[in-house]
C-alpha cells in the first residue's frame, strides 16, 4: 500500500527535525573550534557541509526562510577573504541561535523570529556593499532578472558542493543528467509532487544535486536536478512524466566538457569517504588536510540504524517490569508448591523452568534498558556555547574541557538534568572562577578552567562539575543564611562544613550583592537540589578555598527498576536502593546512646549519629532487644538508620503514588512483591533533610514512619496482576 504524499511529508519533516538539531549543534561547535582557530580549513570546510546540509534538508520540506538564510549563510562561507574569515565565528553563533530558533517555530507553528538583521549582515558581507544590496532587495525587476538568467543557465542553483559530486561522477565515468521538470500549473500540492519526482528520480538513480524553483506570473514552478543513472534519458523522462503533476521533463546528458569551469575534475584531491568536499580558495592540494572523518554534505540513510519514538521504549519496559511482577509472583508459588510436596518430582521441573525464565527476562531487561540508555556526550555537547556565552558576559576567560562523553544515561534522566547542570555551569563561571588579574595575582594562569565529566561507579553515574576559582567562603555562606533568615545564628554556628555548603543548594538563597543577568536573583541552585531528589539522586559539594570547588552529582542508571533492600519497621515493610546502604550491623538497645538531642552509635573507631524510624523502646524494655542498623552513605557523611529487621533483597518494579495515596515525602514511591503484598520506598534525600534537622533541632528524632498517613497496607492484595498495574 502507497503513503499518501501528506504522511510521506509528515514523516519527511520529522525526519528533518532530528537531524537539524544535530546540524545546529554540530554548527556550534564548529563555530566555537572557528574562534580559537580562526581560518581553519579542515573547521572551514566542515562548517560549509553543515550549512549546505541544513539548507539542502529544510529546501526539501519547504522551509523556505531557513534555507534562504542558510544559503545567504553559504554565500559568506565561500569568500577567500580574510574579512570575512574573521566574522564568521560570530556570525556561525548568530545562525545557530537563529536556525535553533526558526526550527522550535516550525515544529510548534508558531510566529517566526525575526530574522532580517542577520539576512543583511550577510548579504553586506557577500557583497562588500550595503547600497547595493539594499537595491538588489527593493527592486523587482533586478530580481526578476536574476530569476530569468537562472533559468537560462542549467543547474546555476546547484551549491559549490553539489557541483563537485557532479564532476566527480563525470570523471569516473558515469552517465550523468540534467533533469529539469515544469510542475503542472493546475497542481493542488507542489509541496508532496516535489517529493514524489524526488522519489522517482532515486529510482532511477543517484541524486547527486537537487533544486526547486516557485511559480511565478510569468513562469510555473519546476524541480531541476543532477542525476547519475545508468538508464538512458528517454526512461528517466518518462518516469518523471507523471500526470498532473508534470506538465514538461527535459533531460539532458551532462559531457565532460559541460561541468563547471571552477571545478576541478581531477579527484586526486578529493577524500575517497566524502563525495563533496574540496581543497579550499587560497589553499594548495598539497598542503590540505585529510578529511577522511568528516561528514558528507548529503547524508545517507544508515540500514543499522532506526528510530523510535521513547514513549515505545517506556511501553516496552512498563510491560517488562510486568513480567518482573509475574517472575516474583511464580517464584513465590513454587516456594509454597514445595513446602507442601517437597518430594514432588515436578518440583525439580518448575525450578529448572523458572531458572531459565529468569535468565531470559533478565537478559530482556538489560537489552531494553541499553535501548534507553544514551551517552551523556549528547547532552554535553551544548554546554561549550553556554560557557562561552556566560564568560563572555562575564568578561572572563574560561575553558570548558569535557570527560567521559561516552558514559551511558537512561535518556529520561538524561533531559532531566540538563537544567541542573545549566545552572551549575552558569554559576561556576559567573562567581566561581575568578576574573583574569585576580588569577594572575594569586598566582594563577589567566583563563580558568571548567572540568565537566560522567563516569560510573557501581550501579550509578557521577556527573562532576569543578572548577579551578576561588572556591566557596564558607563563612560568608553561614552568613548570608543567617541574614536572609533561613537559619537562626546558633543553629548556623553548630553546622559542618558539608551541612554549611548544603545551605547554598537551599530554595532563594543567594550571596550576589546585586541582581545581574547571571546572579542575584534568589534562583538557581535550588534547581539542582529540586531535579536530583526527583530522580532518587544525591548532591555532593567539596570546595577548597583559592583551588575551586566541585559538584558531584550521583545519578541512578533508571529509575523504572532497582535492586532494593527490604526491611520492616513496627511490621511495615519498607525499602531502599540497596546502592545506599554502606553497611549492616546489628546491635543491642543498651548500647545505643543519646548525646544531647540525638541517638548515636559507637561503630568500630567512629561515632555514628542515627536516626530512628520507629518509635523508641518504652521505660523498662528489655535491653538487650536487639535492632539493626543500616548504615547510610550520603556525600562525605554517614548515618544509620533503626529498624526492626531486615526482609530480603529484591528487584522491584516502582510505582509512581498519587498524593491521595501518601501524604509524606519520606515515601517516594511504592512496589508490589510476587505474593501481592506492596512494599514502600523511601525518600533518601527527605530522609538526610530529617536526619540533619534532628541534629540540629531535636524535633521528630523517632518514629517518623510510626503515624504514616498511608491508604496502602502490606497485606497480600487480591490481585497482584491488577494491583501491578495501579499501585
Known amino acids: 500500500m502507497s503513503v499518501p504524499p501528506d504522511d510521506r511529508m509528515i514523516e519527511l519533516r520529522n525526519l528533518f527535525f532530528e537531524s537539524a538539531e544535530e546540524l545546529v549543534l554540530t554548527l556550534n561547535e564548529e563555530a566555537l573550534r572557528l574562534e580559537k582557530s580562526p581560518g581553519d580549513p579542515e573547521t572551514s570546510r566542515s562548517l560549509r557541509r553543515t550549512v549546505h546540509t541544513l539548507k539542502g534538508d529544510s529546501a526539501a520540506c519547504n522551509y523556505r526562510e531557513l534555507s534562504e538564510l542558510a544559503h545567504a549563510f553559504e554565500d ?7 574579512a570575512a574569515a574573521r ?6 553563533l548568530r545562525a ?16 517566526l523570529p525575526e530574522i532580517q538583521s542577520l539576512h543583511d549582515d550577510l548579504a553586506r558581507l557577500a557583497h562588500g556593499d550595503p547600497a547595493a544590496v539594499a537595491s538588489a532587495k527593493s527592486s523587482p525587476v533586478t530580481k526578476e532578472t536574476k530569476e530569468k538568467e537562472n533559468d537560462a543557465r542549467p543547474g546555476s542553483r546547484w551549491s559549490e558542493y553539489e557541483q563537485l559530486a557532479i564532476a566527480r561522477a563525470i570523471e569516473e565515468g558515469k552517465n ?6 515544469q510542475l503542472d500549473p493546475q497542481c493542488a500540492m507542489p509541496i508532496a509532487a516535489r517529493q514524489m519526482l524526488q522519489l522517482a528520480l532515486a529510482a532511477m538513480g543517484e541524486i547527486l544535486a537537487l533544486a526547486a524553483t516557485d511559480a511565478t506570473a510569468e513562469a510555473p514552478a519546476r524541480s531541476e536536478a543532477a542525476l547519475a543513472s545508468a538508464k538512458s534519458a528517454e526512461q528517466i523522462r518518462a518516469k518523471c512524466t507523471i500526470p498532473t503533476i508534470s506538465q514538461k521533463v527535459e533531460v539532458t546528458p551532462l559531457r565532460r566538457e559541460e561541468a563547471p569551469a571552477h571545478v576541478p575534475l581531477n579527484s586526486a584531491h578529493l577524500s575517497e569517504t566524502t563525495k563533496q568536499d574540496a581543497t579550499p580558495p587560497g589553499v594548495r592540494p598539497g598542503d590540505a588536510h585529510p578529511v577522511a572523518d568528516a561528514p558528507a554534505a548529503i547524508p545517507v540513510a544508515s540500514e543499522n540504524i532506526l528510530r523510535v519514538d521513547a514513549e515505545r521504549i517506556d511501553s516496552v519496559l512498563n510491560l517488562v517490569g510486568e513480567l518482573i511482577l509475574a517472575k516474583s509472583m511464580l517464584q513465590q508459588a513454587l516456594i509454597e508448591f514445595g513446602h507442601r510436596f517437597p518430594k514432588d518430582t515436578l518440583r525439580g521441573k518448575f525450578s529448572d523452568a523458572m531458572a531459565f525464565q529468569a535468565r531470559v527476562l533478565n537478559d530482556l531487561q538489560r537489552s531494553v534498558m541499553k535501548v534507553r540508555m544514551v551517552p551523556v556526550d549528547q547532552l554535553f555537547r551544548r554546554f561549550p556555547r553556554t560557557v562561552r556565552d556566560v564568560a563572555h558576559q562575564s568578561g572572563k576567560e574560561v575553558e570548558l574541557v569535557i570527560q567521559g562523553g561516552d558514559t551511558d544515561l537512561d535518556k529520561s534522566i538524561l533531559d532531566a538534568i540538563a537544567e541542573p547542570l545549566t545552572h551549575l555551569l552558569r554559576n561556576s563561571v559567573g562567581h566561581g572562577i575568578e576574573p583574569a588579574s585576580e588569577r594572575v595575582a594569586a598566582g594563577k594562569r589567566p583563563q580558568g578552567t571548567l572540568r565537566l565529566s560522567a563516569y560510573h561507579q557501581g550501579n550509578q553515574v557521577v556527573i562532576e562539575v569543578s572548577d579551578d576559582g576561588g572556591g566557596i567562603n564558607i563563612d560568608k555562606v553561614r552568613a548570608r543564611a ?3 533568615a533561613i537559619l537562626k545564628p546558633e543553629d548556623a554556628a553548630r553546622l559542618t562544613e558539608g551541612e554549611s555548603l548544603e545551605l547554598i543548594l537551599r530554595p532563594g538563597f543567594s550571596t550576589a550583592k546585586e541582581v545581574t543577568e547571571l546572579s542575584g536573583r534568589g534562583i538557581g541552585l535550588d534547581v539542582v537540589q529540586t531535579v536530583l531528589a526527583r530522580l532518587k539522586g544525591t548532591v555532593q559539594i567539596e570546595t577548597s578555598a583559592g583551588r575551586g570547588t566541585t559538584f558531584r552529582l ?5 529509575l523504572a527498576i532497582i535492586r532494593a533492600l527490604l526491611f520492616r519497621v513496627e511490621q511495615r515493610l519498607y525499602a531502599l536502593p540497596l546502592n545506599a546502604v554502606a553497611e549492616i550491623t546489628r546491635t543491642h538497645e543498651d548500647a545505643i546512646h543519646r548525646v544531647e538531642h540525638y541517638e548515636v552509635l559507637q561503630l568500630r573507631n567512629d561515632v555514628l549519629p542515627l536516626l530512628r524510624l520507629g518509635r523508641s523502646p518504652e521505660s523498662g524494655a528489655n535491653p538487650q532487644h536487639k535492632v539493626f542498623v543500616l548504615v547510610i552513605n550520603h556525600g562525605d557523611r554517614k548515618f544509620g538508620l533503626i529498624v526492626d529487621e531486615l526482609a530480603s533483597e529484591e528487584e522491584l518494579v516502582i510505582k509512581a503514588l498519587d498524593d491521595q495515596s501518601i501524604t509524606t515525602d519520606l515515601v517516594s514511591g511504592a512496589s508490589i512483591l510476587g505474593d501481592g503484598r506492596v512494599v514502600l520506598i523511601l525518600n533518601l534525600i527527605a530522609l538526610v533533610d530529617r536526619f540533619t534537622r534532628v541534629r540540629r533541632e531535636g524535633s521528630g528524632a523517632t518514629g517518623l514512619l510510626s503515624n504514616l498517613n498511608c491508604t496502602l497496607q502490606n497485606e497480600p492484595q487480591q490481585s497482584a496482576a491488577t494491583a501491578g498495574g495501579h499501585v
Open 176 to 181: 550523468v543528467y540534467s533533469v529539469v521538470v
Open 482 to 484: 543567617v541574614a536572609q
Open 96 to 111: 545557530a541561535d537563529l536556525f535553533a530558533a526558526l526550527l522550535q517555530a516550525y515544529r510548534g507553528n508558531t510566529k
Open 87 to 92: 566574522a564568521v565565528p560570530e556570525l556561525a
Open 76 to 82: 559568506v562561507l565561500a569568500l577567500d577573504n580574510p
Open 554 to 558: 550521583r545519578l541512578p542508571l533508571t
